[in-house]
T-cell receptor, first 110, second 115 residues
Framework: EDKVVQSPLSLVVHEGDTVTLNCSYEVTNFRSLLWYKQEKKAPTFLFMLTSSGIEKKSGRLSSILDKKELSSILNITATQTGDSAIYLCAVGKGAQKLVFGQGTRLTINP | DTEVTQTPKHLVMGMTNKKSLKCEQHMGHRAMYWYKQKAKKPPELMFVYSYEKLSINESVPSRFSPECPNSSLLNLHLHALQPEDSALYLC??????????????FGDGTRLSIL
């Protein structure tokens, strides 16, 4: 059975801290790993990773995939209250199907 | 605001009603998706359309009936739903990039409550 596991499930930090969110997977027919941010409504696309060891960056966010360890991390530096959200990891199984992890609820306190 | 538009934003219906959820995108995407999301759970895939043809049905009960009238529109017809069908229904679209994934872009969802 396909599995995507995120940790921690919940994280509370102070503004300015750096956080690391984890995602591990066991999915047949792996094609890619994606990170999304979900606030109140639509999940918003952050990154898609297909190659191991290549870091993707967007401002204070970065992510890297380790295909040998079947895992990925999402780093957020200098956190802001606007980073508070649920961060979802999803693995592309075949060309069209995404298998989601349960999400990490991140709370940034001022 | 997202580039995938879903209507209505909220829907309350009885178990005997028939209603439809609508989704529209104008990004030229040729793959469209329906997901169901229960509270504090991740989205679960229901259906995938590729080039207006149904390509994946994740064993969804027949009381949910998808339709893709054209490449920009996706509907979900609802009939005789159960209280456990109450959830956020998310539509998404993506480029068609077989055999590789393409990022899916989500709408804000329709929050459905079944009385």
């Amino acid at each position: 059975e396909d599995k995507v596991v995120q940790s921690p499930l919940s994280l509370v930090v102070h503004e300015g801290d750096t956080v690391t969110l984890n995602c591990s997977y066991e999915v047949t027919n792996f094609r890619s790993l994606l990170w999304y941010k979900q606030e109140k409504k639509a999940p918003t696309f952050l990154f898609m990773l297909t190659s191991s060891g290549i870091e993707k960056k967007s401002g204070r966010l970065s992510s890297i995939l380790d295909k040998k360890e079947l895992s990925s991390i999402l780093n957020i530096t200098a956190t802001q209250t606007g980073d508070s959200a649920i961060y979802l990891c999803a693995v592309g199984k075949g060309a069209q199907k995404l298998v989601f992890g349960q999400g990490t609820r991140l709370t940034i306190n001022p | 605001d997202t580039e995938v538009t879903q209507t209505p934003k909220h829907l309350v219906m009885g178990m005997t009603n028939k209603k439809s959820l609508k989704c529209e995108q104008h990004m030229g995407h040729r793959a469209m998706y329906w997901y169901k999301q229960k509270a504090k759970k991740p989205p679960e895939l229901m259906f995938v359309y590729s080039y207006e043809k149904l390509s994946i049905n994740e064993s969804v009960p027949s009381r949910f009936s998808p339709e893709c009238p054209n490449s920009s529109l996706l509907n979900l017809h609802l009939h005789a739903l159960q209280p456990e069908d109450s959830a956020l229904y998310l539509c998404a679209s993506s480029q068609e990039g077989f055999p590789y994934n393409q990022p899916q872009h989500f709408g804000d969802g329709t929050r459905l409550s079944i009385l």
